[in-house]
């Protein structure tokens, strides 16, 4: 290569990089033209890295040798086959962040209480992959079968106590394999107590299980080592603006009318638009109201009216109703009037799958 040619491409190369730093400086219509690729994110010094690093050392403190490789992606998943996770892209800049809350009304793991709950249980699929222990007998005999078909949603029953409560949704219902994950999850975290929280439930003997298992585990190098990344950002070809759509279009799907109609019977509309933060700071004020008040109940009734608020006050949000206005006392009781609607709506399968 001749120096001209060599001094061209440098030249190219450092407008490149320079033109990729400055994409944030988009105007917001240009970044919605933007494909997911040409973002040029990276993961390290991110809060959700600083997360990442803290799950690596809850499973180094039980003596888990698996350290999953984590990549960006559209979403938290974790690929059958690949002792790895996924993280969503709009973790790695406040920009994306704010964006994803005002074009979808939701940014999951946007705190580190809700992100910590995700990693922990996309790390608990990815053990899964590292370690195959779905294809044992003993893991078939306490969850259920790997092979089973994924519903597109399913139809939970909130006061099972053969399951877990940890992701919203009682997600442990949903299928054997997000079982063992939010099971292996519970008994991660360092702060679940699990021996007392679920010692008069059935699903204890599950956690009994992954905790002999983890020991027969410890220090041991699991057999699955691949660093596929599927579906990584750098691939994707959606512009943000598609990759909108297809959540707000999906969201749309998950509509019931009746909650609709009953949430603006009881609210009023704003009278201006709302930042996109508003909904998270709404929730997370009415669920510690919540918590104040109802710390005596047993804990799958906290858990049940923690998702009732949590998904009315969302939907309100979408729906651009004034879910803000008025005491946090008479909210909740608002909210939690629609208790058996929603409950009957969860019944019919409303509920649909994260992963």
């Given at each position: 290569?001749s120096?001209?040619a060599r001094?061209l491409r ?8 320079r033109?990729?730093r400055r994409?944030y400086?988009?105007?917001?219509p240009?970044?919605l033209?933007?494909r997911l690729?040409?973002l040029?994110?990276?993961?390290a010094?991110?809060?959700?890295a600083r997360?990442?690093?803290r799950l ?6 039980r003596e888990i040798?698996l350290?999953?490789h984590?990549w ?5 998943f974790?690929p059958d ?11 790695a800049?406040p920009r994306?962040?704010?964006m994803e809350?005002?074009?979808?009304g939701?940014?999951e793991g946007?705190?580190g209480v ?5 990693l ?5 699929h990815a053990?899964?992959?590292?370690f195959?222990l ?12 790997f092979?089973?078909?994924?519903r597109?949603?399913y139809?939970p029953?909130?006061f ?9 949704a009682?997600y442990?219902?949903s299928?054997a394999a997000?079982?063992?994950a939010e099971t292996f999850?519970?008994?991660l975290d360092?702060r679940?107590n699990w021996?007392?929280?679920?010692a008069a439930?059935?699903?204890?003997w ?8 983890m020991h027969e ?13 599927p579906?990584?950002?750098d691939?994707?070809?959606w512009?943000l ?7 707000r279009?999906?969201?749309e799907?998950?509509r019931a009318?009746?909650?609709?109609r ?6 009023a ?5 709302a ?11 009415l ?10 109940l047993p804990f799958e009734?906290?858990?049940?009216q ?6 009315l006050a969302?939907r309100?949000?979408r729906l651009?109703?004034a879910i ?6 008479a909210r909740l009781?608002s ?6 609607t929603?409950?009957e709506s969860?019944?019919?399968?409303r509920?649909r799958?994260?992963?």
């Amino acid at each position: 290569m001749s120096e001209r040619a060599r001094t061209l491409r440098s030249r190219s190369a450092r407008f490149e990089i320079r033109v990729r730093r400055r994409w944030y400086e988009k105007s917001e219509p240009e970044l919605l033209r933007t494909r997911l690729a040409d973002l040029g994110l990276e993961l390290a010094h991110t809060p959700i890295a600083r997360r990442v690093e803290r799950l690596k050392r809850e499973l180094a403190a039980r003596e888990i040798a698996l350290q999953p490789h984590v990549w960006l992606s559209t979403s938290w998943f974790s690929p059958d086959g690949v002792p790895g996770l996924a993280v969503p892209f709009y973790l790695a800049h406040p920009r994306l962040l704010r964006m994803e809350e005002q074009h979808t009304g939701e940014a999951e793991g946007a705190d580190g209480v809700s992100a910590m709950k995700l990693l922990r249980h996309e790390a608990g699929h990815a053990l899964d992959s590292a370690f195959r222990l779905h294809a044992s007998k003993s893991w078939r005999d306490t969850f259920g079968a790997f092979s089973a078909r994924y519903r597109a949603d399913y139809a939970p029953r909130p006061f099972r106590r053969e399951f877990v409560l940890h992701l919203d949704a009682w997600y442990a219902q949903s299928h054997a394999a997000e079982d063992f994950a939010e099971t292996f999850a519970v008994w991660l975290d360092p702060r679940s107590n699990w021996r007392v929280t679920y010692a008069a439930w059935p699903c204890i003997w599950k956690l009994e299980w992954i905790d002999a298992r983890m020991h027969e585990l410890a220090g041991r190098r699991a057999p699955v080592t691949n660093r596929e990344t599927p579906w990584a950002l750098d691939e994707c070809e959606w512009t943000l603006a598609q990759y909108y759509a297809h959540k707000r279009a999906r969201r749309e799907r998950e509509r019931a009318p009746k909650l609709d109609r009953e949430l603006r019977a009881r609210f009023a509309p704003r009278s201006e638009a709302a930042p996109s933060t508003a909904a998270r700071r709404h929730v997370a004020e009415l669920l510690r109201e919540l918590d104040r008040t109802n710390r005596k109940l047993p804990f799958e009734e906290r858990y049940v009216q923690r998702e009732i608020v949590r998904t009315l006050a969302l939907r309100g949000d979408r729906l651009g109703l004034a879910i803000d206005a008025g005491a946090p006392k008479a909210r909740l009781k608002s909210l939690l009037s629609l208790g058996p609607t929603i409950l009957e709506s969860w019944k019919l399968g409303r509920q649909r799958h994260l992963r």
